[in-house]
Structure formats: C-alpha cells, structure tokens
C-alpha cells in the first residue's frame, strides 16, 4: 500500500518537516535524510551532508548520518574540497572517482576514500543572498552520480531550494536558532589533532593533515576516531564537539 507521503511532491514534504519537526537541527537532519533517499539510484546508497557558508565560516548544518558529516568536515579542515566549491562558486562539482581525483590534492581523495566513498556529486542551493550552500552526495561506487542520477539530484535540489531558504532565514534572525550558530563555530577533533601534531612535528598544517590521514590509512582507522584518540591521550578527557570560541576552519 502506498503512504499518503510518498505521493507527495518534495516540496510538499519540506514543508511537512518544517512544521513537523521540533527544531531547526532536527529539520535540517531530517532534510539530508530524504535528500539522500530522493537522490539514490537503484541499488546505492547515498549518504548526504548540507554545507552552509556564512560569515567565511563552513559547517555541516544537516547530516543523514555521522559519517556523512565526518566526510563533509575533512573539506573544512583542508579548506577545499567539492561541497566548498560548489557553495562558494555556485556550480555544479562531480567527482566520479575519488581514486583519479587530483583538484584538490591528494590528502583530501584520499582521507574521503578512507572512508570506502568513491564518487561524490555536490551541488549549489539557491539561497539568494542569506547565505550559500551546498548538497553534498557521497556513494561507495564510483560514478554513481551519472547521467540520469544527475539530473534527478539537479531537479531536487532546485525543487527544495526556496524551502531551505526559507528555513535559514528564519533561524539567522531567530534569537532561539542556537543550533545553527553552534555548527558555525564548531570545532572538530580532526582540527584539534591537526593543532597537536603541528605541535609535536613543527610543521604546517597540510602536512599535519597528512600525517594524520596516512595514519588512518595505514591502521585502517576512520580519520574522526583517530584524531578523538589522539586528542583523548593527549588531554586526558573526551573531545567536545562544540566551542564557545570561533572555529578556524574557513572556507577557501
């Protein structure tokens, strides 16, 4: 039997979780998560992060699941990466396999790979002017954004634009949109270990990244975990996700 809900359009079932969810966090988790289902083809499964650009500041503000965030904040801490590029720029970004993938290095294909992710199709919101973002799409078979794929992620994505627009410009002049402006002056265990191994090796950034990812490649280790095991030996305690400082993780 088919479910009133499937019979709606996307733009319909927006609106129902604005109304229906109980918070904009909760909105925004609930949106990547029907993203990721609306733009799967037969077969793969899709994982889906939104990036929201403001104030030269990146962050993943609705996630369909925490590796999808993970990834998404591996182009945070390089600054650069395909969700970065589309949001900035305003165009379409596709990379069919991360294993040819050279545009932004080799640190960022691989730390992405590690994760058994392939191919990733990142395209723009329309946000007119509040801010600029990103659907990022992720799928452990390269080049599952093709063609028809493609084309159906386009449609959504300009289908449920006027939508999230909406919903940010609601929560940026909203005194109780705390979770939105948490996620943008979130820092991550990732830029901690980066801080630390800077630290411990005397070198940049980049190369602290590097080490970092060759580490998680090396140990088969998610690149999140070993940084919170980095950090959790090093301070003695559990890594907190969110910082009343701002981030310095920025957009390129």
């Not at 939104?50 to 993943?60: E, F, N, P």
């Not at 794929?149 to 705390?178: C, G, I, K």
């Not at 980049?206 to 088969?220: D, K």
């Amino acid at each position: 039997m088919t479910s009133p809900d499937s019979e709606l359009s996307p733009v319909d079932r927006i609106q129902n979780l604005i109304l229906e969810s109980a918070d904009f966090e909760e909105f925004l988790n609930e949106l990547a998560q029907l993203s990721a289902k609306a733009t799967a083809a037969a077969g793969n499964e899709v994982l889906c992060g939104i990036t929201l650009l403001r104030d030269r500041q990146a962050a993943t503000i609705g996630w369909s699941s925490e590796e999808a965030r993970e990834v998404d904040e591996i182009q945070y801490t390089l600054a650069q990466g395909p969700c970065l590029t589309s949001a900035e720029e305003q165009k379409e970004v596709y990379v069919p396999d991360l294993l040819d993938e050279e545009r932004w290095g080799p640190d960022y294909a691989m730390a992405v790979a590690s994760h058994g992710l392939r191919s990733v199709l990142s395209l723009p919101f329309d946000l007119q002017g509040e801010a600029k973002a990103a659907l990022n799409l992720y799928s452990t078979a390269p080049d599952a954004f093709a063609d028809v794929a493609r084309e159906r992620a386009w449609d959504y994505t300009r289908e449920v634009s006027q939508a999230l627009r909406l919903a940010v410009r609601f929560a940026l002049h909203n005194d109780n949109a705390s979770n939105l402006r948490a996620s943008m002056k979130s820092r991550t265990a990732i830029d901690l270990a980066i801080g630390i191994v800077m630290g411990q090796n005397r070198c940049s950034q980049e190369e602290a990244f590097c080490i970092l990812s060759n580490a998680a490649s090396n140990s088969n280790t998610k690149l999140r975990t070993l940084a919170e095991n980095l950090v959790g030996k090093v301070g003695g305690v559990q890594v907190a996700t969110h910082f009343d400082e701002p981030s310095h993780s920025q957009a390129g």
